[in-house]
């Protein structure tokens, strides 16, 4: 069973930057793609970010290109996700997923494609 843990999220003014650590337990995170999703209030659950299982693949949402950046590490068994001049709309709970590695070079946009998540960090942009 792999067990994943968010954290690094808050509150923060537009702008300014976060960033966010998705620590794993349980198993090694080299068998798996790796993604970052977001749900903000009355909003559906959003991809943001993937990152290929040895780092040679990303693939991110049209809303955060050009200013987030996932990045892992599988010998710390982790996974990150830089968030620079954050906008009030990047405001949700963040989570991020491991989909098993299957063959193809992306990780999924699809959260059903993921068997496992962590429970979330929330990051707050105020204007």
């Known amino acids: 069973q792999l067990q994943l843990v968010e954290s690094g999220g808050g509150l923060v003014q537009a702008g300014d930057s976060l960033r966010l650590s998705c620590a794993a337990s349980?198993?090694?995170?080299?068998?798996?793609?790796m993604g970052w999703f977001r749900q903000a209030p009355g909003k559906e659950f959003e991809f943001v970010a993937s990152?290929?299982?040895?780092?040679?693949?990303?693939d991110y949402s049209d809303s955060v290109k050009g200013r987030f950046s996932i990045s892992r590490d599988n010998a710390k068994n982790s996974v990150f996700l830089q968030m620079n001049s954050l906008k009030p709309e990047d405001t949700a709970l963040y989570s991020c997923?491991?989909?098993?590695?299957?063959?193809?070079?992306?990780?999924?946009?699809?959260?059903?494609?993921?068997?496992?998540w962590g429970q979330g960090t929330q990051v707050t942009v105020s204007s």
């Open positions: 997923g491991a989909q098993p590695f299957m063959g193809g070079s992306l990780g999924s946009p699809d959260p059903a494609k993921y068997r496992y």
């Open positions: 349980g198993r090694s995170l080299s068998n798996y793609n």
């Open positions: 990152i290929s299982r040895f780092g040679a693949s990303m």
